[in-house]
Every structure is written in structure tokens, then in C-alpha cells.
């Protein structure tokens, strides 16, 4: 729900020292950055350091081959070599820093890719977008996906990048209404893509219906009108979907463009997804149309919004079926993605401590359990997800809704150095376990930018 406000190079370079040896193996040096590294630190505060360079000893799950590494080695921003401990550090030399993190797991750098951090921080109580930003680096999201951002959202977001203010990746997409307020075709005198390292304009955001699915916003003529022109311009089109109308119209609209078997090229998405038919399944599979949901979030949509207040609660029908269909989704070979849409999944906007973590997404997904409803609803007993494919979610799948599947969501040579980790490993561990776990640090662009242990990352 939205408001508007809304592989292998062997080092070369000169090394700079970043820190001492601490507790754990940590050797002095750090690549070339544009400032003096600042101290990390929780918050993950932004910082004009924009690349790094480190190795990473312990368990790393990769999402990639091998699945599981015992070393990670990332130069000037970028995976360079992932492997076996005696492997990454023959390679990395004497001059990289060395990070052992012991019991704790590293993972991809976790991505958001459906969010209101920074546009929407007013009604979650943030005052500011480094704060924000910082909330989610805290949590362990390296990339957060605005899903909102109309020209004066975007001429911020635009500042913050010519500041180097950005210590995470940002993806931003361009609003066309919100309700009834329509803002029009702004987007055609700029072009999608990067403007710097961290933030790129990916694709254009539409509000297709109601967040109860009650109402349908836009005319069938002028969606199919708008999502050809947009294809034809190379936009990425993502569309706020909750009902089954609703999913009709942009899979049509869909359909138009792209003809019934696809390809999809710009990853044109479906976001929320909450009431899908089985002939709605059949085609969104045809199209290759990836799905972003939110498995820590959509039982508190759908009890929130009345949702089931449409149906007969002691014979709801078919129609109950539609609701929530993640393991339909992902059983059916859909790229599914679930994100936090933070703030709307925060019971009354409020964001505390154990709320808006990737982790989250993974065990909701496993046992259907969220804060409103403490106990697994019967109507998700048989789409519950395990944590592989939960983990799937906000690493690979995530980075596939975002067009960015090649650099982000797994590790491996050439890929982002953008790494979360946690104080445990979640494809091993049951629900309550994973929720218990804690970020130990997030890493983006090879740069430490939140961390909460000084013995694996301290202080220059």
C-alpha cells in the first residue's frame, strides 16, 4: 500500500590501511576510496566512501556455485573470488583486510524491492532520509527498492547520489498516480538507468487498484495504452495488483505488449499479488511475469483491508483459494520476490526493532505467522514456503523483479560486493529461530556501512 508524498583480478592498486588487529584475524589495508572510511556503525549513516575491498572468512551462502564458500574475496566493489579459505587468500595477498566472522553467516546483500524507506519515512516517525536509509542498512537490506517517487522525491534522490550520500543501493520508480491523481507521462524526458553506483531510475510505478482491491483505478484503454508506450520506450513497469479484476486488466495490458507468451525483457512486474485465479497462474507463467508479495505482511493485508470479509467464512468457495498464493506461485516456476513495503506492513506505521527484516520475509513465509495473527491461518496451511525458497525471495528473485539479477542477489566473480550477515544460518534453523537472529553487519560495495560487533568490524 502506498500515499503519495510520496572474475579474478589480482590486486593491483594501492592499498590504504582501514584497520588494526582486533580480537579476531584482521589485517590492516583497505582499496583507494574517495574520503577517509568513516567508523561503522549501526545506524549505517551515509558516507562519500563509494568501493572497498575485504575478505570474508566463515560460512558464506552464496546463492550461487559453490552454494556454500568458505572464503569470499571483494576488490575495489566488486566479487572477485569465492571459494575455499587457502583459495581467496592466495589471491588476495597480504594487503586486504581479513574478516573472520566465526559463527556468524554471510549471505548476498538482501534486497528490498518493494519499499517506501526514504519517501514515505514521515509516516513511520523518520526525519530524515540518512536515517531512514540507515534503519534499513540495520536490518540487513543493501538495496531498497522506492516504489513511489514523483519529481520531487526523484530531485532528492538525485541530490543524495550527487552528495554521495547513498550508502546503500536505491532503485527508483517513477510514479503515475496514486488514487485518482494522475500525474501523467513526467517520465519522457529522462531515460531509465544508473545515475551513479547507488542509484539507478529502473522503471515507472502504477496504482492499479485500491489497497482492499475494491476499487479499480485506471480505464482498460489507457492502461494497455500507457504499459505498450512505456515498453516501447524501455521502461520496466510495475503495478500495484491486489484483486483478480485487477490482475486481469494489467495481464491483458500485459498481453498487449509483450503477446501472450512473452518474452518480458524489462521485467515488467506484478506487485502485491494478493487474489490470483488459476488461469491468472497459467498466464502470468506464460509472460514470465515476476511477482513481488510479502510474506511477513500479507496475512495483516488481508485481515486489515476486510479482505476476507468478501468471502463466506464457513464455506468461502473457490475464491478463497485465490488468496496468498505463494507456494502456488513459486511451485509454478513464477520469480517470485517479497519485500517489506515498508512502512505500509507496520501495524500502525509504528517501526520497532524486530519489524522490516529481510529474515522476517523467510520465517513469515515458513509458518504464515505474523503479528496479527499469531497462529498460521488455515487458508495458508498449504502455501507456506521453506526457507530456501523464502531466502530465494530477497536474494535472487529480488534482484530478478529488479532487472539485476546478473550483478545482485547471489555471489560470485563479477558480481556486487554487497554482503548481509547474520548471527545465524537460516536454511538450517526453524521460524522462531530465524526471527531471533540479529544483523551483525551489512556490507555494500565492498564497504562495511552498519555493523554491531567491533571484533569483526571495529573502527579504523
Known sequence: MERPRRLHDVITTRVRLLVALVGLT????????????????????????????????????TMDE???????????????????????????????????????????????????????????????????????????????????????????LRTLAADHALPLRVDAYLALNFGNDFLGDWYVSREPGPVDDHLRV????????????NVVLWERADLTETIARADEAGWQVSVHTISSSAMELVLDAFEAALGPTGPNPLRHRIDHAVQVTDEQVARLVAMEIPLVIHLDGATDWVLSEGLLEQFDRDSPGEEMGWIAR??????????????SDAPWTFPELELVDDIGRPFDQIAAGMDGRVRTAPETPPWLLDQLVTAEQGLRAVTVDAAYALG?????????????????????DVTSATPDEIRAMKV?????????????????????
Open 26 to 61: 584482521i589485517v590492516a589495508g583497505c582499496a583507494p576510496s574517495t574520503t577517509a572510511p568513516p567508523s561503522p556503525s549501526a545506524s549505517g549513516t551515509a558516507s562519500a566512501i563509494r568501493t572497498g575491498s575485504l575478505v570474508i572468512v566463515g560460512r558464506i551462502v
Open 66 to 156: 559453490p552454494p556454500v564458500a568458505e572464503a569470499l574475496l571483494i576488490q575495489d566493489g566488486t566479487v572477485a573470488a569465492v571459494g575455499t579459505r587457502n583459495e581467496v587468500l592466495a589471491l588476495a595477498g597480504d594487503q586486504v583486510p581479513i574478516i573472520d566472522i566465526a559463527q556468524n553467516v554471510a549471505y548476498p546483500g538482501f534486497i528490498d524491492a518493494h519499499a517506501h524507506w526514504i519517501g514515505d519515512r514521515d509516516y513511520y516517525g523518520i526525519g530524515s532520509p540518512a536515517e531512514a536509509m540507515g534503519e534499513a542498512l540495520a536490518r540487513g537490506w543493501t538495496s531498497i527498492s522506492e516504489q513511489w517517487v514523483n519529481p520531487e522525491r526523484l530531485d532528492e
Open 202 to 213: 529502473q522503471g515507472l510505478k502504477i496504482h492499479l487498484d485500491d489497497g482492499g482491491g
Open 326 to 339: 505463494w507456494r502456488d506461485f513459486v511451485d509454478a516456476g513464477l520469480h517470485v520476490a517479497s519485500a
Open 404 to 424: 539485476d539479477e546478473v550483478r545482485r542477489g547471489h555471489l560470485a566473480p563479477g558480481t556486487r560486493g554487497d554482503v548481509t550477515i547474520l548471527s545465524g
Open 440 to 460: 551483525t553487519a551489512s556490507i555494500v560495495n565492498g564497504v562495511i556501512v552498519s555493523c554491531v560487533s567491533p571484533e569483526i568490524c571495529p573502527a579504523p
